[in-house]
């Protein structure tokens, strides 16, 4: 092995990365707009979804934290954004800030009593966290609905123009819009000083302690942002479907993430995204036929990722990405 | 004071119930350190081969808790030889909990396809039906009769672990794996043993429990959290911490349902919220390294 | 002249077992001293007390004026208080260059931005750049720590330490497991540590003793046996007893 200088990650362009990846999502989201009208709604749903599985990548990709209790974080946030869309704020934008703040606060309460311990005990919090937060938004019911849910969300225009339609064009590129724009920030985030700490805190913690680090007050912000991420999403939701239901704060949607969020990765971002994309695809084709047939093959599915590809199913796909680039480096 | 009676009885006999059924994972969890979020879907099964037994094998109910034992431990053979050994003692509970969250989904599924999704009712005998007087009140027998079990259970086990052969195995394999090893405890064959424990008592607690815990597909994503919410809150390993928190939570619960069924789980959670703060490893538990 | 790090009556019992018994020392600016002791003697659990890993039963450590004994961790380690591992903890999916980056980065209070992409920030990069060329490990910078060699990895482990410049190093068993031919780089970097910092060693290796020490503790059954240079360590009545002639080639003095 000849000790030679094997990667320079000078960037020759700045932006490259981010730029690089905004065009590749709005490429996407194209292809998704021209081949399929017909399926705006779900596309536009399975964007709000990325938000999330996106959110828990922070927490569980890049500072190792296990969570199956990341849905709260999401569903407050919904539920915000829907609350006082019907009690009379309109502007999408203000509905997405309620729903950034909801969600923000919703993660610096679950990081602070989730990041306090690790392993068995963290992972129990988390579901009991977001066992609550699902129990209140049940008994809350003059304010969430209940197992009603919440209805009527109807949005005023975007930027004051565009009308969200009946066939969810506006929801979808408004929704495409912020995911390029939420990602590129993530990308430059996770490649920032505190994005490294966090991943050198997944390595080993102590050893952060070792050089100085607060570990606990990192976790806590970094959920926080992580809830930012999530809330994002929620609000997203709740303007596209109209609707906000308990489904959102429940179990299987903090498990269904995990799931989607192991298929394509974790610690990559490009994971969350592609776990989210061929997860609800699958899950919108299959479950539509059984759903019992759905969570078999779901179930097969994980059982066959654990075994076969812990790492997700992006992990050959990048690392073809990284020696194409060394390659072209030396 | 009638209805401090009942809560209480109903409170026991549910804290009974899932003491019988996470028993097994907590022995499960401290000796083989797998977050086993399965155990619910295996103590499902039990449920499902009891009711079948009755209901179309016709035969007694006392046998029908036999087939359902062995035949639940017949079906896990081939999971625990070819999944559960891959993640025996992994330190990261993620791999576990996506391995074991997937084959809970897989017996939903087949569980589905074999038996129907409606709820399957196990016939109790006529000596367990109905009231029993024991006096000052009325108490509905089957409740006395989990109840009873759960007490059988605890003090079979506590027997078996604490003096028998394969106990004191059990023992050492937890506290100390390595030396165990060296002084030719056959581990594996522990692990296998007690993993066929833990899944018969699961069982066990699936059929007894039917009546307060209802068998249907969705009971093993139902009661996933609740089961591994009891053995982390008592303690991985400890008899005396799956029965205490049992206890514990199965109160909290119930009152909660009982004076404020609007809250729902808000209170179980609570409860296990501030306990889990308090005692990380649970009320009886040590931290492993 | 007030001591960079002081222990005084520092005990640690789990329930009548003594494992650190009434240890007192001081390490002064320029101190190069030496822990050393037979296996067992509490050398790494009283490291694991002076920064704060464990809590003493009773005792207290001081940093110049001030009690440390409550203080956590990560603030120690702001104080100045840096220690290196036995069995190589660094992190390992990261590179050698964020590990050492990360340290810098943190000690100059700029880890935690969100923005600005990490390792690239010049002063952060000169930096790193000058630690690693000193160790003559720069050209292994970009890759992954644990594609490394282990002597390197120890080397690392030293860089780190180095980055987020201490007052008080201590050093557990820098060489431990590292190949004879590689020991002589880590002696170079110990002797290459910045004059004014005192340095803490646990070392086994007698030879990398006596050529690092101006000063040696014995640490015997969790007690302080002998305090003094390296010339009067072998000759010293009660050290020989504790080792009982486990030291074959140590030099005698005669």
């Known amino acids: 092995m000849t000790d030679t200088v094997s990667h320079v990650p000078r960037r020759t362009i700045p932006f490259a990365q981010e730029a690089g990846g905004a065009l590749a999502i709005a490429a996407l989201g194209a292809v998704g707009y021209f081949l399929f009208p017909d399926d705006l709604a779900f596309l536009t749903r399975l964007i709000g979804i990325s938000f999330l599985v996106l959110s828990l990548d922070l927490v569980t990709g890049f500072c190792g934290i296990a969570t199956l209790g990341h849905a709260a974080q999401f569903g407050v946030a919904a539920y915000a954004a829907g609350i006082a869309c019907v009690r009379g704020v309109t502007d999408p934008l203000a509905l997405l800030g309620i729903g950034i703040f909801a969600g923000t606060l ?29 129990a209140l938004a049940n008994k809350l019911q003059w304010l969430t609905g209940g197992s009603d849910g919440l209805s009527g969300i109807s949005p005023g225009k975007v930027f004051g123009i565009y009308n969200f339609d009946m066939y969810s064009r506006t929801a979808y590129l408004f929704s495409l819009a912020v995911l390029i724009v939420v990602f590129v920030a993530l990308t430059r985030f996770v490649r920032s000083p505190f994005g490294l700490m966090c991943r050198a805190i997944k390595d080993d913690d102590l050893r952060a302690k070792m050089i100085g680090v607060a570990v606990y007050p990192r976790l806590v912000i970094m959920y926080g942002v992580s809830g930012a991420v999530a809330g994002v999403g929620g609000a997203l939701t709740a303007m596209s479907t109209g609707v906000v239901g308990l489904d959102s704060v429940a179990f299987e949607r903090s498990a269904e993430v995990l799931v989607m969020l192991v298929l394509g990765g974790a610690g990559h971002l490009w994971g969350a995204l592609a776990g989210t994309v061929i997860f609800m695809i699958f899950e919108h084709i299959v479950a539509a036929a059984n759903p019992f047939h759905w969570m078999t093959l779901v179930g097969v599915l994980l059982i066959g990722i654990v075994v076969f590809a812990p790492r997700g199913l992006i992990e050959p796909v990048l690392s073809l990405f990284a020696r194409f680039r060394k390659g072209r480096a030396s | 004071m009638r209805l401090a009676l009942s809560i209480l009885t109903d409170a026991v006999a549910y804290g009974m119930a899932l003491f019988i059924i996470s028993i097994g994972l907590s022995i499960m969890m401290g000796l083989m350190r797998v977050v086993n979020l399965a155990h619910g879907a295996f103590a499902m099964i039990g449920g499902y081969l009891a009711s079948y037994a009755i209901r179309d094998l016709h035969v007694h109910y006392s046998v029908a808790i036999l087939l359902a034992v062995v035949g639940t431990i017949l079906v896990s053979i081939p999971f625990e030889l070819l999944l559960y050994r891959r993640i025996y003692r992994k330190s990261d509970p993620l791999i576990q909990v996506l391995m074991t969250i997937g084959i809970t989904f897989l017996i939903i599924g087949v569980m589905n396809f074999i038996f129907g999704p409606s709820l399957k009712t196990i016939a109790l005998p006529p000596l367990l039906s109905g009231p029993l007087d024991i006096g000052f009140r009325s108490i509905p027998t089957h409740r006395l009769f989990v109840i009873a079990c759960g007490l059988v259970t605890a003090l079979a086990l506590w027997l078996l672990i604490e003096k028998t052969e394969f106990g004191i195995k059990l023992r050492a394999s937890v506290d100390h794996s390595g030396m165990a090893d060296a002084l030719g405890i056959r581990t594996e064959i522990i692990y296998a043993a007690t993993f066929a424990l833990a899944i018969g008592l699961g069982a066990f607690g699936g059929v007894v429990g039917a009546e307060i815990l209802p068998i249907e597909p969705f009971y093993a994503l139902r009661y996933m959290v609740t089961f591994l919410v009891v053995v982390s809150v008592g303690g991985a390993g400890s008899i005396m911490g799956a029965l205490s928190a049992s206890m514990l939570l199965g109160l909290a619960d119930t009152t909660g349902k009982y004076l404020a069924p609007e809250f729902g789980e808000f209170f179980f959670y609570l409860t296990v919220i501030f306990i889990v703060f308090l005692f990380p490893h649970g009320l009886f538990g040590r931290s492993h390294a | 002249m007030t001591n960079l790090l002081e222990a005084r009556n520092v005990s640690l019992a789990f329930g009548g077992l003594k494992v650190t018994n009434d240890v007192s020392f001081k390490l002064a600016a320029g101190d190069r001293v030496a822990l050393i002791g037979p296996n067992g003697a509490g050398k790494t659990t009283l490291v694991n007390l002076i920064t704060g890993d464990l809590a003493p039963t009773a005792g207290h450590f001081f940093m110049g004026d001030d009690d440390i004994t409550s203080v956590s961790i990560p603030e120690r380690v702001q104080r100045g208080l840096v220690r290196t591992f036995q069995t190589t903890r660094l992190f390992a999916n990261l590179t050698v260059a964020d590990n050492v980056a990360l340290a810098v980065m943190q000690r100059k209070g700029i880890s935690k931005r969100f923005f600005s992409s990490s390792t690239e920030l010049p002063e952060v990069r000169a930096e790193w750049r000058e630690i690693l060329g000193n160790l003559g490990l720069d050209r292994l910078a970009y890759r992954k720590v644990i594609e490394l060699a282990y002597g390197q990895q120890r080397l690392i482990e030293l860089a780190i330490g180095l980055a987020l410049r201490p007052k008080v190093l201590l050093l557990d068993e820098p060489a431990a497991g590292v190949p004879h031919d590689e020991a002589p780089k880590i002696l170079d970097a110990i002797n290459a540590l910045p004059a004014d910092i005192a340095v803490l060693m646990i070392e086994h290796d007698m030879d990398l003793v006596f050529k690092f020490a101006k000063r040696v503790l014995v640490l015997s059954a969790g007690r302080l046996i002998f305090e003094g240079s390296p010339k009067d360590v072998t000759a010293d009545h009660e050290v020989r007893r504790a080792y009982l002639g486990s030291y074959a080639d140590a030099r005698r003095v005669d």
Do not use: H, K, T, W
Not at chain 1, 106 to 126: E, T
């Open chain 1, 106 to 134: 919703m993660g610096l309460i679950s990081g602070a009593l989730i990041a306090r311990f690790r392993g068995l005990p963290q992972l129990v919090l988390s579901i009991a966290v977001g066992q609550l937060v699902a």
